[in-house]
């Protein structure tokens, strides 16, 4: 099996393993409100401070006019296909710059 089929496969898995982030009580890596960083470290670092005015592209794995399970799972495929597109280009370019 070919190493991009090999990476399509556990892209889908990971796919369909987003509900499991639905039926959970804690909140994802990383996605903690300021009241976790006051409690945990005893202060809010600065940044996450004055992030507070940033609007995200999908906030709340959100997307208007549907359900959170489908926004959820919207949101998984677009953030899978971003990164893996990030990815693929820096192979791409770094590839490139290989041969040249």
Do not use: C, Q
């Not at 899978?80 to 290989?98: E, P, R, T, W």
């Amino acid at each position: 099996m070919r190493l991009d089929k090999k990476i399509l496969y556990i892209l889908f898995a990971m796919v369909l393993l987003v509900p499991l982030g639905l039926i959970t009580e804690s909140p994802a890596w990383g996605e903690w409100d300021n009241a976790y960083y006051e409690k945990a470290l005893g202060f809010i670092p600065k940044g996450i401070e004055n992030a507070k005015g940033i609007k995200a592209f999908m906030a709340d794995y959100s997307v208007k006019g549907l359900g959170s399970v489908a926004g959820y799972y919207i949101s998984a495929i677009v953030g899978a296909i971003l990164v893996f597109g990030i990815f693929y280009i820096i192979v791409k370019v770094k590839n490139s710059a290989k041969h040249h």
